[in-house]
């Protein structure tokens, strides 16, 4: 296979990966500890976390999990936090003890946690407070043996942190009661920790680290095995691709808005700037988006991700356009498409270009990319070192430059498959390691990919997926509802939001009463915007629902 886009790779970028230096993430983070032991690592709300606090931290956090639950090699962690100084602390903790992350949603309800807990057969999860009531709701139905609590304020500064959480707890009473007998607050699992000392785990290319939860066209749950192997090569993947951007600087600073549990802002911004000694400033409310301008004016940050309805929502944040951008040199837009309309106000406001670079879960994420020197084109780019990408049609054969086709990957940041799914597996992996991603597009004569359509009915909000399929289910159960279909509807706010087409067995069931069963069902970002009531829907000779009809309407 001739690998058309190497020459349009930038200078310095090799063809391959050079050898890894570490053989897991463990090691990784942990020679970030060794090399950069009183470097910033991550702040937020005020405090600042050394890379030596994070490695006493973490190792007390890991010798909890292994000798006081008497957690082993290999079984599941779950993590439901926002964009707290605790995500890093216990990440990290759960690998010194050998263990596999499982990243949870904090926003999701109860149907959803449930599914996901069962699914990965997590231990142990470590929740934050203000979602605890809705793990309480579920925890029975699930493997669920250990529970460590947090409050938003438990790592920060005294007396900031005891007051935030007094405030959270009594004031605002954003921290609804819950009942969860034999749980342990965080505090008191690092003092636990403390006095033990960690048996050492072998781990290696092989072993899983994170069971990173992805849908899928069915529209349940999988969770995609995320190798060590895998994480480390996408995070030198990203090095590599970076090349000199931060010459001249003392360290990255990167400002991480976007959450930790998603699998962008995970390697993005989390592992590739703990692998070489930056700083992430972590925002936890992004949706505040006054105190989040207020926040970055604080730093001369150099790295800065996001999607594109984070960048229309801060340009048009009065502020915003007079914070120093003088030290920015990558902007990377993912999740969804960058438009081009944004691209060029952000440009002008900012003086840096946001590149735009695709993934999936199931890539780790990164797989192509824009050169950090280019200009915005509509481009996804072009694929990093040691990966391979080609066109292919529904058969599975390569088809020549320029034509429209499947997108398909291969290389070492690919997941080794769904987790107990060997079906579903099945269904996204062809012959020879290659990756069905079901978005259509083509490649150029230059290399460069372009994205035409998505083969999945995936609808993107806000840079998250939202599959029909799960919307529809949650529809369909209502007694007064006979058929569903779930489309995506362009938004100037979040890109798409949902919309229903329903059919009703009589007239006993409002717009509003399909919302609000949602409501109780859904992630908000999943439930519908507005319903819209037929007779029947557009359906094939075997009765399969057209929603691409309703899309074309």
């Keep these: 296979m001739e690998k058309i886009w190497l020459k349009s790779y930038p200078e310095g970028v090799p063809e391959e990966l050079p050898p890894l230096p570490y053989r897991s993430v463990r090691e990784m983070i942990e020679n970030a500890f060794e090399a950069h032991p009183d470097r910033p690592s991550f702040t937020n709300m005020g405090t600042t976390l050394t890379y030596r606090q994070i490695d006493t931290l973490s190792m007390q956090f890991a010798c909890y999990l292994q000798q006081s639950l008497g957690l082993v090699r ?14 890093p602390v216990v990440m990290t903790g759960i690998f010194r003890a050998g263990l596999v992350v499982v990243n949870v949603n904090p926003l999701y309800t109860a149907r959803e946690l449930e599914h996901q807990l069962s699914d990965s057969g997590a231990k142990c999860i470590i929740v934050l407070e203000n979602f605890a009531h809705v793990l309480a709701e579920v925890i029975d139905k699930t493997a669920i043996e250990h529970v460590v609590t947090t409050g938003i304020g438990d790592l920060l500064n005294f007396p900031k942190g005891l007051i935030t959480n007094l405030v959270l707890r009594y004031v605002r009473r954003s921290v609804p009661s819950f009942s969860l007998p034999g749980s342990v607050v965080f505090k008191k699992a690092l003092n636990i920790g403390s006095g033990e000392e960690l048996t050492s785990v072998e781990l290696g290319f092989a072993d899983i680290a994170f069971l990173q939860y992805t849908g899928g066209t069915t529209g349940v749950s999988k969770g995609a095995m995320l190798s060590h192997r895998n994480m480390v090569c996408n995070v030198q993947q990203s090095i590599v691709w970076q090349g000199d951007a931060y010459v001249g600087f003392d360290s990255i600073i990167a400002i991480t808005a976007l959450p930790l549990y998603h699998i962008f802002s995970l390697q993005g911004n989390c592992l590739t700037v703990m692998a070489q000694g930056g700083l992430n400033v972590l925002i936890t409310n992004p949706r505040d988006f006054k105190a989040f301008v207020k926040e970055i004016a604080k730093y001369r940050f150099n790295l800065f991700t996001g999607v594109n309805t984070l960048f229309a929502a801060l340009m048009n944040t009065p502020g915003f356009s007079d914070v120093d951008f003088s030290a920015l040199r990558i902007c990377i837009g993912g999740g969804m ?11 002008e406001v900012t003086n840096n270009t946001i590149l735009q670079g695709y993934g999936l879960t199931e890539t780790s994420p990164g797989a192509i990319v824009n050169p950090i020197t280019s200009e915005f084109t509509g481009a996804i780019g072009l694929p990093l070192p040691s990966t391979d990408v080609t066109i292919r049609d529904d058969d599975g054969n390569v088809l020549a430059v320029g034509d429209i086709g499947e997108i398909c990957i291969k290389g070492p940041q690919v997941m080794d498959g769904y987790w107990q799914r060997p079906e579903e597996t099945e269904k996204v992996m062809l012959p020879g390691g290659w990756l069905r991603t079901g978005d259509i597009g083509r490649m150029a004569d230059d290399g460069y990919v372009f994205i035409e359509d998505r083969k999945k009915d995936m609808i993107l909000v806000s840079g998250f997926n939202v599959y029909p399929n799960e919307v529809e289910n949650i529809v369909v159960e209502m007694d007064g509802i006979l058929e569903a279909a779930a489309i995506g509807v362009p938004d100037e706010h979040s890109g798409e939001t949902v919309k229903v087409y329903a059919v009703r067995k009589h007239d006993g069931v409002s717009e509003q009463d399909v919302i609000d069963y ?25 009765g399969k629902i057209l929603r691409r009809a309703l899309r074309d309407e």
């Design 518 to 542: 949602c409501r109780k069902n859904l992630t908000k970002y999943k439930c519908p915007k507005t319903v819209e009531f037929r007779d029947d829907l557009p359906k094939t000779n075997v």
């Design 74 to 87: 290999g079984e599941r962690v779950a993590i439901m936090l926002p964009n707290i100084l605790q995500y």
């Design 337 to 347: 498409a960058v438009q081009p309309a944004v691209a060029k106000e952000w440009l």
